[in-house]
Each structure stands twice: as structure tokens, then as C-alpha cells.
Nanobody, 115 residues
Framework: QVQLVESGGGLVQAGGSLRLSCAAS????????MGWYRQAPGKQRELVAT???????NYADSVKGRFTISRDNAKNTVYLQMDSLKPEDTAVYYC?????????WGQGTQVTVSS
């Protein structure tokens, strides 16, 4: 089972930036899709952004133009650059790796945006 370890979360003021990292214990190129999801208190987990092995990235409407997902296959790491952060971006952010018949999650990293 692959391990995904997120880092980079923290407390930031509105308008600030953070970069999240997701380090995988396996070759990320082997996964069909890598992604970031988030879960705010009292809400369901929701998609933030995905990046496939081949193809285009995908973003939730709420983060388009502010967040950028990228991958470094050599480092087996996926990143989420978050700019122009808003208080409503406050959540636990989870890394995800999936392929047919496979779906793995990290433990999550807290992002808190103060107004």
C-alpha cells in the first residue's frame, strides 16, 4: 500500500499563500490520477484539484485562478500552490492517488486562513 504524506499546511492571513506537498512512497507516474481534496468542519470532503498521468489538470470552480496543482515525477511529489487564500479555504487538505481498483489517501494537513 502506498503511503502519502502531506506537508506545508499552517495558519495564514487572507490574501496570503501556501504551498502544500504530497510525498508518495511509490512512483507517482504509476497512478492514473493524483489529486488534492479538502474537508471543512461539518462539511463533506470535496475535490480541489486533480492532475492525471496524461492529460489536463482539473480544478474546483471555487479555486480556479488561485490554486495550481503540479507534479514532480522524479521526486514522487505532488504540489498544490495556493494563492489569494480566503477564509473559506480553511480545511484539512488531503492528498489522493488512484488507479483502477486502487485509491489511497494521506493523513491530511490543516490549512487555516484568518480574516
Amino acid at each position: 500500500q502506498v503511503q502519502l504524506v502531506e506537508s506545508g499546511g499552517g495558519l495564514v492571513q487572507a490574501g496570503g499563500s501556501l504551498r502544500l506537498s504530497c510525498a508518495a512512497s511509490a512512483t507517482i507516474f504509476s497512478f492514473d490520477v493524483m489529486g488534492w481534496y479538502r474537508q471543512a468542519p461539518g462539511k463533506q470532503r470535496e475535490l480541489v484539484a486533480t492532475i492525471p498521468r496524461i492529460g489536463r489538470t482539473n480544478y474546483a470552480d471555487s479555486v480556479k485562478g488561485r490554486f495550481t496543482i503540479s507534479r514532480d515525477n522524479a521526486k514522487n511529489t505532488v504540489y498544490l500552490q495556493m494563492d489569494s487564500l480566503k477564509p473559506e479555504d480553511t480545511a484539512v487538505y488531503y492528498c489522493n492517488a488512484r488507479s483502477v481498483g486502487f485509491n489511497s489517501w494521506g493523513q491530511g494537513t490543516q490549512v487555516t486562513v484568518s480574516s
